[in-house]
């Protein structure tokens, strides 16, 4: 009926749809353990929300609103005795190497019970991905041994991503607006390192991290070519802490604003800077984009599990709420109207749990999951004891020559429609997973009336919750402007994004 030739023809006429067989062709790939892997990671999150997080989640809010100073140091001790903030480090970094997608799936869960104790253990995993798209393997084992003593120690090591800036949101989260933009965080090349100025605003975890990677840029007139990336210790001279920011949701994650005076960073926690990103077979500036892509791709699925969280927590609370409450001498469930409104609820979590697996399957087919989801590498690192693959690695991490070869291997080894597509699906997931997350609050609210709005409810917080994932991690419009960069326009050359 169709030939061959004439199936490929017709396939690569655009618009191309032939993303959406990534389940498809991801899932045969796919290690079978790592399933039983998935329900595991699951069940611990079920545990530890039944045990720790819905005891306390109304509680801390209600303490952030009250005494805006307060750090919650309680939970994070908690989700630190529980093993979280190594779960997901790489077993050659001393961690537990749970692989990436069981990292969403966890989040997911912690989001539906609250997503601002989800954001004080998932910003510790945007801080490790925005490490780890360095490739500084001495840098990494430094940070991650961190982390792994401060499990060991009881006293918590996280690290924080620092990028926005007062001035520059939208503009440092895409190279194409950097230029653009209002950038003044300057790391000026002095002998042994850098010399960081600057402030960056509205940083997750900020107060309670031990190490923030931070970007700045050695020239401000061209801050796109002079991307500097910069580990960055608590209680470094010329580094302070400057305001806790007051905000409408996810009050018990703190955004901090980092000051940095004349603060000096040493070249042995510069990540990369412009002249070690000279060496790839593109040219610094798309390096740097292709560096953002890469940790992007992964992070906004991430948020994504969080929105799919939210979309779930409204749908229980409205189905709770429906199973026990009666109108006109019948209980609420039987009322045609609100199975309607549970069905359409029950959607839309359906469709933001899929848009982040559909991501993730893309990371996995063409992005940073790719090396560690093939079958003989999956089933190496699982078997092969901690210990054993941490004496063969530990001093080979240290070489430069290990770094020189990783980078090239993940720079140089992703073609640019690879770059492209996982990009877009992260953009994807992340913008129709947040917005049906804030659709199923309006939905919960529209069927629970008043009680809807009281805060023992939790639907009025998770509303407030929820509405701040529309904005981090690149806002929705940024990534609706992304999507159509990396999915649509490379077929229409006509198409110009980002323009003037
Ligand atoms: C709770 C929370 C936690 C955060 N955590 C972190 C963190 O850990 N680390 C970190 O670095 N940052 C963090 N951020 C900052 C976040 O990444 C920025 O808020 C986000 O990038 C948007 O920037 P902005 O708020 O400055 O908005 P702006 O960039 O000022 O944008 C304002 C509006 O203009 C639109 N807009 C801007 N430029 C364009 C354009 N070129 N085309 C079309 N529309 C455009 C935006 O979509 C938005 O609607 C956090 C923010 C929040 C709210």
Known sequence: MIS???????????????????????????????????????AIARKFNHSVVRPYALELDRKMQENPGFLPWDFVEKANEWGFYTMWIPKIFGGKGYSMPSLSYFMEEIGSACLAMANLIGVHYLGLASLSAAWNMKIMKRLCADVVDGEASRTPCLISLAITEPGAGTDVEEIELADRGNITCHAERVAGGY??????????????????????????????????????KTGTPGFSFGRKERKMGQKGCPASELIFKDCFVPDELVLIDADQMSG?????????????????????????????????????????????????DKLLINHEWAQCLLAEMYKNYALSRLSYIESNYANGLYGSFRELQKKPMYYYYKLTPAGWL???????????????????????????????????????????ATDLGIKNCHLALEMMGQAGLRQDRRVEKILRDAKLLQIYEGTNQLNRLNLFNCLIAPDYPQAVVFDE
Do not use: C
């Open 195 to 232: 010399k960081l100025n600057g402030t960056k605003i509205f940083i997750s975890n900020g107060h309670l991290s031990k190490w923030h990677i931070v970007i700045a840029y050695a020239d401000l007139k061209k801050p796109s070519e002079t991307t500097v990336s910069l580990a960055v």
């Open 4 to 42: 061959r030739r004439e199936i490929k023809t017709h396939l690569n006429t655009p618009p191309r749809f032939d993303d959406m067989f990534l389940s498809l062709m991801a899932a045969p790939r796919l290690p079978k353990a790592m399933v039983k892997e998935i329900r595991r990671v699951v």
């Open 280 to 328: 790839f077979k593109r040219p610094v500036r798309e390096s740097a984009m292709q560096m953002i892509h890469y940790v992007t791709a992964g992070t906004r699925a991430g948020v994504a599990a969080f929105a799919a969280g939210a979309a779930r927590g409204a749908f229980e609370e409205a189905l709770a709420f429906a199973s026990q409450t009666r109108v006109e």
């Open 390 to 432: 941490r004496k063969m690695f530990s001093s080979l991490m240290e070489k430069p020559a290990m770094t020189r070869i990783y980078r090239k291997m993940q720079m140089d080894g992703q073609t640019d429609a690879e770059i492209l597509r996982t990009s877009g699906w992260g953009s994807l997931a992340k913008f129709a």
